[in-house]
């Protein structure tokens, strides 16, 4: 008798005496996912769930009505920190079984960091497990450079270098080179950037302890963007890809940034600090001046970056931001063909002016809590003050989605991967 238990889905509802709404019902074999006619993949997620809860570790899925979607959807539901190599795949003809194995690969790498400690996931081993990642995909195809400490300020990156200062591990910028094209001169299609705060404490503007818990999950925009990447390649993509992953831990010590310090970016903007807590946007500041200096027609940041984006779209969506609207609607329709959740939320050249200084072209929040009003679309605001081309070609991603800190009847506990094919999609269509 096989050790895995079985589960197959089902068009039909369940028997009566399981219950009138049923999404599972049992044999002794295994158990069966009744399909019903409205958020067919959410049921199977919750389906999913339902069953990791009863303590089962190893799952097989059976049958001829499973597709592609259905698959990844339960294998989403089931997975946990814990449980990556749960989920045996069925092969059969509604299935594409090498997307689902490149599904696979990407989204247990994106999950193994950002589920991982700040001990083990530190500002330059998250780079260079990202580099050895997308150069194990391609590895003639891949080169890096990863800019630590203080050659960081020789080139000018000066917010990753304030960021990080205080931490005894030196903060760092990737830099990847993914082009398969093998003309050295070939144009740049395409420059992601994530923001890779390893580990947020909020410096001296520092976080209550309860807000403080989840805080290895702040590299989840640089995880996001990498497996994103990574999904591009499997899925065949051709295109010459800049990588840059703005890394660095954001703690108190003698070195730390201050609030009412002053930055002088690459760009000449100058920023005053008055929260060591918004963090994230002066490293992605810097990642975005490089992806330009690329030339790149098309720049895609992502970052799990305001608790505002939380409050405006909830934990089942991510938002998006850009000056580019036509873009905007693209990922839109992009990330609803790869059933992730994801909604616009308001961004325009004035709100570069929203978080006011008197000593500096800018702020980089507001004193208040959360940034005060509109926060999501400030921080976009700031950032789009360091993108080439008026914004054009650039989306902003703000992960709401990506990281749950308990369970739900969706979801374990951890990362959640919500953003990865996005990005990867958005790659294909429009590099």
């Known amino acids: 008798m096989s050790e895995k238990f079985l589960v197959q889905l089902s068009e039909q509802g ?41 303590g089962l570790k190893n799952i097989a899925l059976v049958g001829d009505v499973w597709c592609t979607e259905t698959q990844w959807a339960f294998y989403q539901g089931f997975v946990s920190p814990k449980n990556l190599d749960a989920i045996e795949f069925v092969e059969n003809a509604k299935t594409d079984s090498k997307e689902l194995t490149s599904l696979k690969q990407a989204a247990t790498w994106a999950r193994q960091m950002i589920n991982g400690t700040a001990d083990d996931i530190f500002p330059e081993s998250l780079a260079g497990k990202a580099a050895e990642f997308i150069q194990s995909l391609a590895p003639e195809h891949v080169s890096y450079q990863i800019i630590k400490g203080d050659a960081l300020l020789e080139q000018q990156w000066i917010g990753i270098h304030a960021v990080g200062r205080g931490s005894e591990r030196p903060p760092v910028l990737l830099a990847l080179d993914y082009n398969p094209t093998g003309d050295e001169n070939a144009p740049v299609a395409a420059a992601l950037v ?16 309860e807000g403080m818990l989840g805080m290895k999950c702040d590299m989840g925009g640089a995880a996001t963007v990498t497996a994103g990447l990574a999904l591009a390649i499997s899925r065949g993509i051709n295109k010459r890809i800049k990588l840059f992953l703005c890394c660095a831990e954001n703690l108190i010590s003698g070195h730390a940034y201050k609030l009412g310090d002053i930055l002088t970016y690459k760009n000449g903007t100058t920023v005053e600090i008055v929260n060591t807590d918004a963090e994230g946007r002066l490293v992605l500041a810097d990642g975005l001046m490089a992806a330009g200096e690329s030339g790149a027609p098309l720049i895609i940041d992502a970052a799990t970056l305001t608790g505002a984006a939380l409050v405006a779209v909830g934990q089942e969506y991510n938002a998006l931001f850009g000056l580019d609207k036509e873009l905007v609607r693209d990922v839109q329709d992009f990330a609803e063909q790869e059933m992730e959740a994801a909604w616009p939320l308001p961004l325009e050249k004035w709100h570069q002016q929203n978080c006011p200084s008197p000593y500096a072209d800018t702020a980089n929040s507001r004193p208040q809590k959360g940034g005060g ?24 991603i703000d992960l709401a989605a990506a990281f749950n800190m308990g369970s739900t009847s969706e979801w374990a506990a951890g990362a959640t991967t919500q953003g990865m094919r996005t990005v990867a999609r958005t790659l294909l269509e429009k590099a």
């Open 373 to 396: 009003y509109g926060g999501a679309s400030n921080a976009a605001g700031f950032l789009s003050r360091f993108v080439p081309n008026e914004g054009k070609g650039w989306v902003h």
């Open 194 to 209: 994530g923001k890779g705060i390893t580990f947020d404490s909020g410096g001296y503007s520092i976080k209550a302890s």
């Open 14 to 54: 369940a028997a009566a005496h399981w219950g009138e709404k049923a999404a599972l019902s049992f044999t002794e074999q295994g158990a069966t996912v009744h399909l019903t006619e409205q958020d067919t993949l959410k049921n199977v997620q919750k389906a999913a769930r339902t069953l990791a809860n009863q």
